[in-house]
Structures are given as structure tokens and as C-alpha cells.
């Protein structure tokens, strides 16, 4: 569709990581302030960047596809892998159900949109269609559908279950595991070319990162779904007017392909993957 793209989960997480990186949370107005001074003057900024790597780590599905990378930059910063991690994950739904944060990220998701719309993100060197709309982004989030933009043309609420959810989350965690654990030994073997016999004491492999797992995984996540459900503020709730699509069972591709044709029906297309 050639469409922008902005995770707005991502603007949450940013705020998180920005309660952790300066040991303060919303436990009270105090500390809600101040972490809403701190994530309405940060610049946020979500890119679409072409995948070198070719398919999507733990992604099932025929490989047809090549998944762009999601960069989110905070104040210039790449912390991407950063607002990934198990800490992030654990504080997340807490920051996000304070009202005075979302209505903060409310702003910069709007804007952010507004943004995308006139510049977008298309992978370069792929075949893609033009845009029917000019201007047309795609926003993902727990309340885009009826908070952040209600009079969307089309929404998706994408469910699966929490074990499905739980395993794609793990590969992504253990595919990043694997990334750090291959820099960490290219770093020892660079050190140990530099350095003396008697200092190889210095190279020993450290101790192995460890992440939850999948089991702990989908108790975080069904936790999670908890509390947007049940937060005061903007909970998590299915548009009456939203198309509800169960992927647990399907393929990376048939999700990819069967939106895209809900897309093309909206904007008076044809259909264009029925018999893919």
C-alpha cells in the first residue's frame, strides 16, 4: 500500500524506558508529572528502515515477504532493542494507564500520524502499488480504534491466544539473545588478539543472559491485557465497527495479505491476494 507506519506501543514504551532510565513511576501526581514533562519534551520518532536480513525472525509463513525493520528513536537515540527488554515489558501497562501519560502520547501519536502521512514508507527497491489515498497511514496500538482515531476507515483488532502470543514474543527475545551473545564473542576474540597470555583472565566468557520463559511470558501478557481492560482511562475495548481477525493459527503472510485486501476494499480497489 506504500502506506507510513507508526507503532504506537512504542510511544509508551519510550515513556517507560524514560521512568526507568530517571527511577521514577506514576505511583504518584508527583511522579506522574514529571514523567509526563519528560516524554511530552522528548522527540520520538518511529522509521521504517529495509530488512538486510530477509524474514522475520520466529515468523511463520513462506517467506515471500520482506519485513522492514521499525527503528524508534528517542531524542536521537536508537532504543529499538532497548524498549523490548523484560524490565520494559513489566512496567509498561502501568505507565500506559495513567491518564495524564496517554493523554501526552495522545498528542505525539497524532502528530506522529500526521507526519507519516506525508511521507510514506515504502520499502526501497520492492515492487509496491502506489497509493490510492495519498497520504494513507497505518497506526497499531490498544485504543487506536476508538480513543487515538475513532473515524478510522478501517480497523483491525487483531486477537490470538495468549500462548501464541507468548511463543512469538520468546523468539523475538531469544533471537535477540543470540545477537548479543554473537557481538560478545567477536568482542572476546578481538581482545584476546590484542591482549598477553597473562591477561586472558580478563576474556572469560560472562555469564549468560537469561530471558523468561514461555510460560512466564503469557502470564505477563495476560496480566497485561488485564490492565488495559481494565484501566480507567482509554481501556482496551473491540470497535463496534472493527474487523476482529484471530491469527493464532495463521501464517505471517495470510495476515499481511488479508488486510492489505480489506485495505483495497475500503479505498475501492480490487481485491488482490484472494488466491494466494
Not at 476508538?146 to 483491525?156: H, R
Request: some cysteine; aromatic content about 4%; hydrophobic content about 40%.
Amino acid at each position: 500500500l506504500g502506506f507510513g507506519y507508526i507503532d504506537s506501543g512504542s510511544i509508551y514504551r519510550c515513556a517507560t524506558l524514560l521512568a526507568l532510565r530517571q527511577g521514577i513511576g506514576a505511583e504518584t501526581d508527583e511522579h506522574s508529572q514529571k514523567l509526563v514533562n519528560l516524554i511530552s519534551n522528548a522527540a520520538v520518532d518511529i522509521r521504517i528502515k529495509p530488512n538486510t536480513r530477509g524474514s522475520m525472525p520466529g515468523v511463520t509463513g513462506t517467506g515471500r515477504l520482506v519485513v522492514p525493520d521499525v527503528q524508534v528513536l528517542l531524542d536521537g537515540e536508537d532504543v529499538s532493542k532497548e524498549i523490548r527488554t523484560p524490565e520494559v515489558n513489566r512496567l509498561v501497562a502501568k505507565v500506559a494507564s495513567d491518564g495524564g501519560i496517554r493523554a501526552a502520547v495522545l498528542g505525539i501519536q497524532r502528530a506522529l500520524a500526521a507526519a507519516a502521512e506525508t511521507k510514506p514508507a515504502s520499502t526501497p527497491g520492492a515492487a509496491t502499488d502506489k497509493p490510492a489515498i495519498p497520504g494513507g497511514v497505518v497506526m497499531d496500538g490498544r485504543d487506536i480504534g476508538t480513543t487515538v482515531f475513532p473515524s478510522a476507515e478501517l480497523k483491525i483488532y487483531l486477537d490470538a491466544s495468549a500462548m501464541a502470543r507468548a511463543i512469538r514474543r520468546w523468539d523475538e527475545l531469544n533471537s535477540q539473545l543470540k545477537e548479543k551473545e554473537a557481538d560478545a564473542a567477536a568482542a572476546r576474540r578481538q581482545t584476546a588478539s590484542n591482549e598477553l597470555a597473562q591477561d586472558s583472565a580478563n576474556t572469560a566468557t560472562p555469564e549468560p543472559v537469561g530471558y523468561p520463559s514461555v510460560e512466564d511470558i503469557a502470564r505477563e501478557l495476560e496480566q497485561r491485557d488485564y490492565a488495559d481492560i481494565n484501566r480507567q482511562h482509554s481501556p482496551l475495548r473491540i470497535a463496534p465497527d472493527a474487523v476482529v481477525i484471530d491469527n493464532t493459527n495463521l501464517t505471517f503472510e495470510q495476515q499481511v495479505f488479508s488486510i492489505t485486501d480489506l485495505a483495497r476494499e475500503r479505498m475501492g480497489l480490487e481485491r488482490k491476494y484472494d488466491d494466494i
